[in-house]
């Protein structure tokens, strides 16, 4: 059994299994002239050895081999839970196409056929490598926006007359950015600020919140807290920093009168000076506590008269114009 020297990194570690010696050696030049580092064994059960102690960004693996072949390996490897993700590549003769077979009833994907051309060999394991690591990052993604979906849903849960609210709010800021020309990136953390941006009014108590009549100034500032208390609860979360101008500015307005801050003009984010538009949108069209809903015109003539003191006056002609024209969207999609 050999290993490359030096303590191989997690990244770019290749665990190489070929009995034959020198397709073993043309294979790790090969890897290592690209900057990979290797690890080597001559069968199945040298492999499962060296991955007790280490984690191998992926296997490639000869199928004929003594002692354990390579697909008894693989059967081995994906029964142990740390290792099931691993990808794995076969090395495999044009004759063996029982091989192939048998490798494709286990769920074997990638295959490399002997003899091994070493650009060849590089390119797969490059492509192979940036395909896992574009599906993790899929799913690292994936987990992030349903843990905000549910944190999300804990706010509606309380308040009985924003249901559908963050919804709502997220789908008419993402019409805005995508109207801005926002890259993929800024909406994508866009969709998790508009989705927490009410976050903090967890710590409201309920009867705050659900209160039909007037509040008292206490009760105001009490409700005003929750961009504050929501930018508290978010800091710590490294992932959804570019989530706090979203939670923390929302309530801010153009004319310097809103709150946190006070602040105005540009000085406010544009994360903020966004979702204003979505959210107070949202509030006027459907029923709260405090008022009836208005009709989408209706809010459209109070949105366009509020452009230079609530909202900003660049962003309200933009916003005007993306919603009519989503809404004459949808009615044209609703049968007669
Ligand atoms: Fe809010």
Redesign the pocket.
């Known amino acids: 059994m050999t290993q490359s020297l030096g303590i191989p990194s997690l990244q770019r570690l290749i665990l190489v299994v070929e009995d034959n010696a020198s397709v073993r050696s043309v294979i790790a030049n090969a890897l290592e002239f690209e900057g990979y580092e290797t690890l080597q064994a001559r069968n199945g059960k040298e492999a499962l050895a060296l991955l007790k102690r280490h984690m191998p960004s992926l296997i490639l693996s000869d199928i004929n081999m003594p002692q354990m072949d390579g697909l008894q390996f693989f059967q081995a490897v994906r029964r142990i839970p740390r290792l099931t993700a691993i990808p794995f590549v076969f090395l495999t003769s044009h004759s063996s196409s029982e091989d192939i077979q048998r490798g494709r009833e286990l769920g074997v994907e990638d295959y490399l056929t002997k003899p091994i051309e070493p650009e060849a060999l590089v390119r797969i394991i490059n492509a192979r490598l940036y395909r896992t690591a574009a599906v993790e990052a899929a799913q690292v993604g994936r987990a992030y926006l349903e843990t905000v979906k549910v944190l999300a849903n804990a706010i509606e849960g309380r308040d009985r007359y924003t249901r559908g609210h963050v919804e709502r709010v997220t789908t008419y800021a993402l019409w805005m950015a995508k109207a801005l020309g926002w890259t993929d990136q800024h909406i994508r953390m866009l969709e998790f600020g508009a989705r927490l ?2 976050i903090g009014k967890i710590v409201i108590p309920g009867r705050v919140l659900n209160k039909p009549g007037k509040l008292t100034d206490e009760e105001w500032r009490l409700m005003r807290s ?2 504050v208390e929501g930018a508290k609860m978010l800091r710590g979360i490294q992932h959804l920093r570019p989530t706090l101008p979203y939670v923390l500015y ?2 801010e307005r153009w004319d310097g009168k809103g709150y946190p801050e006070g602040i105005g003009g540009k000085e406010i984010p544009i994360q903020g000076r966004l979702l204003a538009l979505a ?1 107070v949108y949202d509030a006027l069209t459907t029923t709260r506590a405090y008022h009836q809903a208005r009709t989408h015109e209706e809010v459209m003539e109070i949105i366009r008269q509020e452009a230079g003191k609530h909202f900003d006056p660049q962003l309200t002609p933009i916003f005007i114009e993306v919603m009519n024209r989503m809404r004459a969207r949808a009615r044209k999609k609703q049968p007669a």
Do not use: A
Request: net charge negative; charged share 30%.
């Open positions: 941006h009410d929750h961009t929302h309530h959210d």
